[in-house]
């Protein structure tokens, strides 16, 4: 492992000369709905205006474009099924390079759009396995035969120094001195970087690293002192959900970085959904990792100036309902119930007269009935008013004598039926 790599500044400030002019040098601008709800100066620095809607693009154009002529020989070669792959592609097409991306056939046709459009004519898009992982070997396996080169989504330095241009920027722009940044965190390349910036310029501001709650793999290798790889993680918030960290990211995480804290994947589609109804912002579930975690640090922030890296915008429009409906779960104004229904007319209408408040709507509702039964199942979705609601909900069963069991803490059953 390497332990002893620190990214240098000067370094990263090499790499910007090298970015100047193929990146965005994207805003960094107050935000004030987040100020007035924390009682802080809160900017979003916001690579989801970059050129692939993700900061992505810093780090693999550093890392291409400063490979010898002998390395290029044979192309490049990557393994992505989102921000790094359009990094990588975009990067192939500025600088005339042939590249190949190994994505997951599962993959959603948008993306694979996207791809082609950055890469255009210099890249081969080949689709292979279910996950990432099959998608990930596959590429080493095509680069050992090929000996095309393998660009690395995080562990990698050149790809770390160019993703720590986001750090330099941030810095130039606030030009006054910044309390906490918030960096979301998925193989740690974007935060090492950042953080080898901020520890050298403004080693005052405290560095807060954001993983999504289902994909803990940086917090859990802190905490264990050597790398984790998690046998099963919550692929939700993709552009962060890793197995394992970087061997190169890890210890500079470790080292500077002030705290690692975990958001529910609930409380990320909040947050995506406030971003698009308040300020019209467009945020991918990683995007909106750093942001999620003001919550927990609301006390601390109160009257500071605090700077969130709104990481990328590359969300797919079809994933809006699971968007909405994980907030509502996250929320608690959405509960599941199988209900036992006696098999008799009216009955749906008792349910609906004695049990339903004033602001409850059932939103779903799956029954069929059953053959010489007394009693039939139905599974049923109430969307309440506020969470405040749900106890009086429960009552209202309760003293209706209505037969049901609850699904929200049933894993197993609310996957299988919801």
Do not use: W
Request: aromatic letters at 8%; a negative charge; one cysteine or more.
């Amino acid at each position: 492992m390497s332990d002893h790599y620190i990214p240098q500044v000067k370094d990263i400030q090499e790499a910007n000369t090298r970015l100047n002019n193929v990146v965005e040098h994207t805003p960094l601008t107050l935000n004030l709905n987040l100020s007035e709800r924390y009682g802080a100066a809160v900017y979003l620095k916001r690579e989801d205006l970059q050129i692939v809607r993700s900061y992505k693009i810093r780090g693999a154009y550093n890392k291409i474009s400063s490979l010898e002529k002998s390395s290029l020989v044979n192309g490049v070669i990557c393994a992505s099924a989102g921000n790094h792959a359009q990094g990588v592609a975009y990067s192939c097409q500025l600088l005339g390079i042939r590249g190949v991306i190994v994505m997951p056939s599962i993959t959603p046709k948008q993306k694979i759009r996207q791809v082609e459009m950055f890469g255009k004519n210099q890249v081969e898009i080949i689709l292979h396995g279910d996950t990432y992982d099959d998608a990930h070997a596959e590429a080493l396996s095509i680069s050992r035969e090929s000996h095309a080169t393998f660009i690395h989504p995080f562990d990698d330095k050149k790809v770390i120094e160019g993703q720590g241009t986001v750090g330099l920027e941030i810095l130039h722009m606030a030009g006054k001195p910044l309390d906490f940044l918030f960096i979301p965190i998925g193989g740690g390349g974007l935060a090492a970087g950042v953080a080898a910036v901020f520890r050298t310029l403004s080693p005052q501001t405290k560095l807060v690293g954001v993983e999504p709650e289902g994909a803990p793999a940086m917090q859990r290798s802190i905490a264990s002192g050597g790398i984790v790889t998690l046998k099963e993680i919550d692929k939700f918030v993709d552009g962060a959900a890793v197995q394992t960290v970087g061997e190169l990211t890890f210890p500079v995480c470790r080292k500077l970085l002030d705290d690692v804290v975990t958001v529910p994947e609930g409380k990320v589609c909040t947050t995506i959904l406030k971003l698009y109804n308040e300020e019209a912002i467009v945020a991918e579930p990683a995007g909106a990792l750093a942001i999620s975690a003001l919550d927990f640090y609301s006390d601390q922030i109160c009257g500071r100036e605090v700077v969130c890296i709104v990481s990328g915008s590359n969300n797919d429009i079809t994933r809006t309902e699971e968007i909405k409906e994980r907030s509502l779960l996250y929320e608690g104004v959405k509960h599941y119930f199988i209900v036992r229904f006696a098999q008799r007319a009216g009955a749906l209408r008792e349910f609906v007269g004695s049990v339903l408040g004033p602001h409850d709507d059932i939103t779903h509702f799956e029954y069929s009935k059953k053959s010489s039964r007394e009693r039939g199942p139905a599974v049923i979705g109430i969307e309440l008013k506020s969470p405040d609601d749900f106890k009086p909900l429960l009552e209202r069963m309760d003293n209706s004598g209505i037969v049901y069991e609850y699904l929200n803490e049933r894993e197993d059953l609310f996957q299988f039926l919801v």
